[in-house]
């Protein structure tokens, strides 16, 4: 433990490269985002392995982590999916709430219970309509229906 806080006190006095204006004592995070900086397009083990043929040992994993944390920093969101912009959630849109009661010219005959509410399966089996043939085209399909 001793040689450990030796060797940390002896560092102390260096100073980071970006204080020193990019001299030699490079961290190995500065190393990294230079890498990155030279070869965008490369992935974390591409990176690591480059460097570590340059002589500073690093493991995919800490590449990885670099670059997470310098775009969180910088605010970009790559890769990030979400609803899309002006998307609808559940009952939204639809002029009521999920489980009350629809017309009984919109519920479905035969269904189990008669009460003419609504099950769970036939919103979700109306939702994935919805996502496979699109708005419109769900519309079209209930007119051809209920005629």
């Given at each position: ?37 030279d070869y965008p ?107």
């Open positions: 433990m001793a040689k450990k806080k030796q060797a940390r006190e002896e560092n102390k006095g260096d100073a980071p490269a970006s204080a020193n204006g990019g001299g030699l004592n490079l961290t190995k995070s500065d190393k990294i985002r230079q890498a990155f900086k397009d490369k992935k974390p083990k591409a990176i690591a392995d480059l460097l570590t043929s340059q002589g500073t040992p690093v493991t995919p994993g800490l590449v990885s982590q670099i670059k997470s944390n310098d775009s969180k920093k910088s605010g970009v969101r790559n890769g990030r999916r979400g609803r899309r912009k002006g998307s609808r959630g559940a009952g939204q849109g639809t002029g009521r709430a999920l489980g009350q009661p629809v017309a009984a010219s919109q519920a479905r005959s035969g269904h189990e219970g008669g009460d003419g509410m609504l099950a769970v399966d036939d919103v979700v089996t109306v939702r994935g309509l919805a996502r496979r043939l699109g708005k419109d085209a769900l519309h079209q399909l209930v007119d051809a229906v209920a005629d």
